[in-house]
């Protein structure tokens, strides 16, 4: 049975992630910070399969031991808390130092990681910079890295819907990014985690970058009237 280590598989993408993946057979282990409901993560695989595992930092000697016998690692983290520090401290060096900890493995099949659409280019955010720097120290350190770049993700729990939904439904007046005119194209969790399972299970080699992308290109203002309608609500957008 193959071994992966999945940091952020308590969260929304890890969740749905686990369970195309335990479907397949795959020992998953789950190392976390914050508290979770480890009995809840442990339910979606089988009885043994998924093992929830607190660690306090990658110096963790019961973590790097994890590490040094895992088949895939997949980090999933793309929100980080910057109490901690800068960006550059919390996103690249962790990042930086997870991926020295892997290279010791001489079995480590694929290294996957999180980064989002446009990383390459957003030089105005600190945040981007610290994930495309990441993204480049991957590929330096791991023969086998595969860069995830989805677009905003939605279905079943997404963090995008959960926070915005509680304004439409209490609020008439709601609030825009800008004017409204901005544009995204939003993907579906379940093609994410579909793709994911797609790259693992074919074994893919080298150093790989997939933009994940639905097939709608929309802008905010449209989409939130398209909420409104689903809702049934009459809403005013405020810029």
């Keep these: ?110 290294f996957i990681l999180f980064s989002g659409l446009g990383t390459d280019i957003d030089k105005n955010s600190s945040r981007s910079r610290a994930v495309f720097k990441s993204e480049k120290e991957a590929f330096k350190l791991i023969e086998n890295s595969t860069i995830i770049r989805p677009g905003v993700i939605l279905g079943g729990g997404d963090i995008f819907l959960k926070r915005l939904l509680p304004i439409f439904k209490f609020s008439f007046f709601v609030p825009l990014f800008g004017d409204g005119s901005t544009k995204f194209q939003p993907v579906f969790i379940d093609d994410v985690s579909l793709a994911v399972e797609t790259i693992i299970n074919k074994k893919i080699r080298g150093k790989n970058i997939y933009e994940l992308a639905g097939p709608h290109i929309i802008s905010y203002k449209d989409f939130y009237n398209y909420i409104s309608k689903c809702l049934k609500k009459t809403r005013v957008l405020v810029p």
């Design 1 to 110: 049975m193959e071994t992966i280590v999945i940091f952020g598989g308590a969260g929304f993408v890890g969740k749905h992630l686990i369970r195309r993946l335990a479907k397949n057979g795959y020992k998953i282990i789950v190392p976390y910070q914050k508290s979770v409901q480890e009995a809840k993560i442990r339910l979606l695989g089988t009885t043994g399969q998924i093992i929830p595992f607190r660690y306090s930092s990658l110096n963790d000697k019961r973590l790097q031991s994890v590490l040094s016998i895992a088949d895939i690692c997949i980090n999933l983290k793309t929100t980080y808390d910057q109490k901690k520090g800068s960006f550059n401290e919390v996103i690249y060096k962790f990042n930086q130092r997870l991926l020295r900890i892997l290279r010791t493995n001489n079995d480590l099949k694929q």
